[in-house]
């Protein structure tokens, strides 16, 4: 069942730089942050009440959220749904014949983490995550 929004993603071009504004001058809470290379990103989470916001500052140009930044100089880039069973999720997306970018559930820095086509949501780019019990 999709419970909450779980973050929102930002794409940035410079982690570093955006931290100065989301972390020091917004004072959202930084929770962690890692390279992931398998998307192509630097990536930071930042607490705000139930939800976190999601920096994402591409490894190169050519991969997908290299390309978003090039095309688009950065901004919104994804919302991210929790539920407590991502696969469930995406059977039921591939059920109501919604395009999937991912046919299974992979790693990602908010836990078991897929993606819907952005063509098949009217534009947003959807992301479920399941994260791990800590
Ligand atoms: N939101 C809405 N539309 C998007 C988009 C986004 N974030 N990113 C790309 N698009 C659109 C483009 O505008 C383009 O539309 P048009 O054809 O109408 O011009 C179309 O998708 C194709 O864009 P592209 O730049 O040619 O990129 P690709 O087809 O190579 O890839 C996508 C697009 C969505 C499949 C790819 O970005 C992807 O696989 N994204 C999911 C993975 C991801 O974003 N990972 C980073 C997050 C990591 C994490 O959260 O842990």
Redesign the pocket.
């Known amino acids: 069942m999709l419970s909450k929004i779980h973050h929102v993603?930002v794409v940035v071009p410079s982690l570093d730089e955006s931290l100065k504004f989301w972390r020091d001058t917004l004072g959202l809470h930084f929770t962690k942050s890692a390279t992931?290379e398998e998307?192509?990103?630097r990536?930071a989470l930042l607490k705000v009440g139930e939800s976190e916001i999601?920096l994402?500052e591409p490894l190169s140009t050519d991969n997908?959220?290299g390309?978003?930044l090039t095309?688009r100089g950065g901004g919104l880039?994804?919302v991210?749904f929790q539920s407590d069973d991502v696969e469930r999720e995406l059977d039921a997306a591939r059920s109501a014949g919604i395009q999937l970018?991912d046919q299974k559930p992979r790693n990602?820095?908010?836990g078991m983490?897929c993606?819907l086509?952005?063509?098949a949501t009217r534009?947003?780019?959807v992301?479920y995550a399941q994260p791990m019990a800590d």
């Open positions: 993603g992931i998307q192509g990103v990536a999601e994402l997908a959220v390309k978003f095309r880039h994804h991210c970018i990602g820095l908010a983490i993606f086509h952005p063509k534009g947003v780019l992301e």
